[in-house]
């Protein structure tokens, strides 16, 4: 009878590429767990970032999310109160001979990014004023009031 070299070594290499291949599910439990608190490590050091800037007395510091708050007001205002008014009152001073007939009437915002980035804004302060009034807003990453899950 011939002796079987090397069978071990394909067993255990067999058994090792299963196990890579494999994962349990207190494996799968355990790396998700690590993740998540990457995760909130993550949240948590960016909003400390986010608290050192808006304390910064430098406009150009602290001020950048009121600009982008007060820039997509100020388009939606153009877009839908003034620029209204204008084509009217454009139309009107055609009419009365003030402005030439073939010229055109300002131009209307093209402003599809802005829609998208002022409704995010909007929905996440939704969801914030949402989250206050059922009283399940947290303050800080991780926290968890009695009862919470």
Known sequence: ?????GIGDLVTGIGKVADDLFTS???RLKI?????VVEADLVKGQMDIDK????HPSVFVAG?????GWVGGIALAYQFILYPLMVW???MFQARGWVPTTQPPPPVLKADELWVLVS???GIAG???FDKFKGTQTDQVGNKKDGDG
Not at 64 to 68: A, N
Request: without cysteine.
């Open 1 to 5: 009878m011939i002796p079987l070299l």
């Open 25 to 27: 599910d207190e494996e």
């Open 32 to 36: 998700a767990m690590q993740e998540k």
């Open 52 to 55: 050192t800037e808006a304390e």
């Open 64 to 68: 950048w999310r009121p600009f982008i």
């Open 89 to 91: 009152g454009w139309s």
């Open 120 to 122: 995010g804004m909007l």
């Open 127 to 129: 969801l914030r004023s």
